[in-house]
């Protein structure tokens, strides 16, 4: 069974930053990609920034130059720093493991962005 947990969710002044972690446990494969999505209020779920397992990585247009992805194989963790946040980034951010076969989510973390 595998568990994936993410935390660093809170709330923040816009420009202010948070950093978002995930961990993978349990029996799980060797990771190819781990991502970050969130959802906000009234919206759907949508992709934020994706690390492959040879680190190439991919954002959302409204988060380049602001956030960052980043992960570490070894522990099966994955990172996302976010900096100069907005209040539009206000959302439930939730992270995902894919191991070429299966979709892992984590429970989602609150982010809340105030003016």
Do not use: H
């Not at 070894?74 to 980034?89: H, I, R």
């Amino acid at each position: 069974q595998v568990q994936v947990v993410g935390s660093g969710g809170g709330l923040v002044q816009a420009g202010g930053s948070l950093r978002l972690s995930c961990t993978a446990s349990g029996t799980i494969s060797s990771i190819y990609a781990m991502a970050w999505y969130r959802q906000g209020p009234g919206k759907q779920r949508e992709l934020v920034a994706r690390i492959t397992s040879d680190g190439n990585t991919n954002y959302a247009d409204s988060v380049k130059g602001r956030f960052t992805i980043s992960r570490d194989n070894a522990k099966n963790t994955v990172w996302l720093q976010m900096n100069s946040l907005k209040p539009e980034d206000t959302a439930v951010y939730y992270c995902n493991f894919y191991d070429r076969f299966r979709n892992f989510w984590g429970n989602g973390t609150l982010v809340t962005v105030s003016f």
